[in-house]
């Protein structure tokens, strides 16, 4: 699989139980959100749901949207949640959704996207005139470690055959150059800005496996995943047990005045006639 496939399911159980880092970075987000309460809010890449539970408290007469690629995600998100959270399987860059909403958060996903722009764009019609883009990421420099680790990993057997010619699908962006692609697709008062989170790892072995190798493992049969994780494990463990060295990437944007660039459609929708094909039919 690749990132042009789509989004890749995740180990959903595990995921809630092990990523309490992304629970506190998540909270960081929130929390520069200034909310009255009553609006509605899209969780893009809402992944188990924890920071969504976090956000529907923020708008208690507001509605909450939750978006994930990943359908197991979306179903444990769907045990944990209340059914007012509306979730839906969705790859972000390719999102439709029923009417503009006023508020987008996003944690921990959008360094799992190649095309930024496309999502940009697509974040940008999904939100009202004015909206707030509050986001989080990996960014540049992100767990720089384990991709060292990986890198020197590759270069030996059996490693270097099974990811022969592959590169991995993170997507650690700089600030400068996400603030001029938020630009670009229509947000104003765009601020980005890195900032370093090592983390200490209590079980690194699953916590590497569920959370950080999952497109890594996705290219290796079953039998392998295990070795490969633990292989890994061991060109970061300094003695001490694993850190890794987390650098997140933080946006903050309004969506501009200016009209949606791609007409929102209900899901299912047919695609509108384009007056240039509309043109030709009536010509015959
Ligand atoms: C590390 S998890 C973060 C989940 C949650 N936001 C959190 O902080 O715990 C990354 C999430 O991004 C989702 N994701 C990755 N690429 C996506 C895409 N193109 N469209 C929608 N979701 C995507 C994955 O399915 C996964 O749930």
């Known amino acids: 699989m690749s990132a042009e496939d789509g989004p890749r399911d995740w180990e959903a159980r595990t995921y809630d139980r092990v990523s309490t880092p992304h629970r506190a970075w998540g909270g960081d987000v929130l929390g520069r959100l200034d909310l009255r309460g009553d609006e509605t809010a899209l969780d893009a890449g809402c992944g188990t749901g924890r920071v969504t539970a976090e956000l529907l408290k923020l708008v208690p007469r507001g509605r909450v949207i939750g978006v994930d690629g990943s359908p197991s995600m979306i179903e444990q998100a769907g045990r944990v949640l209340p059914k007012t959270v ?3 399987v969705q790859d972000l860059t390719a999102l439709v ?3 503009p909403v006023d508020v987008i958060v996003s944690t921990a996903t959008f360094h799992w996207i190649a095309d930024h722009a496309t999502l940009f764009h697509r974040l940008a019609d999904a939100l009202v ?3 707030r883009l509050e986001a989080q990421c990996g ?3 992100n767990i720089a470690s384990v991709e060292a680790a990986i890198g020197r ?8 055959d099974a990811f022969h010619g592959w590169v991995d699908d993170w997507n650690f962006a700089g600030p400068e ?3 001029e692609r938020l630009r670009a697709a229509g947000f104003l008062d765009v601020r980005c800005w890195l900032e370093p989170r090592p983390v200490a790892l209590d079980d690194a072995h699953v916590f590497l496996r569920t959370v950080v190798l999952g497109s890594y493992l996705a290219r290796l049969p079953e039998e392998a995943h ?3 994780v633990e292989a890994v494990r061991e060109e970061l463990d300094t003695g001490d047990g694993v850190t890794l060295d987390y650098v997140r990437l933080n946006m903050s944007a309004t969506r501009g005045e200016a009209g949606a660039r791609t007409p929102l459609r209900q899901p299912g929708e047919a695609i509108p006639e384009s007056p240039e094909d509309l043109a030709a039919r009536l010509r015959g």
């Open 153 to 160: 990993l590759r270069e030996r057997a059996p490693w270097s």
């Open 177 to 179: 150059e996400t603030e």
């Open 139 to 141: 960014g540049h420099g």
């Open 129 to 131: 005139a004015g909206g």
């Open 226 to 228: 295990d070795d490969f």
């Open 86 to 88: 509306e979730l839906q």
């Open 97 to 99: 959704i029923d009417s």
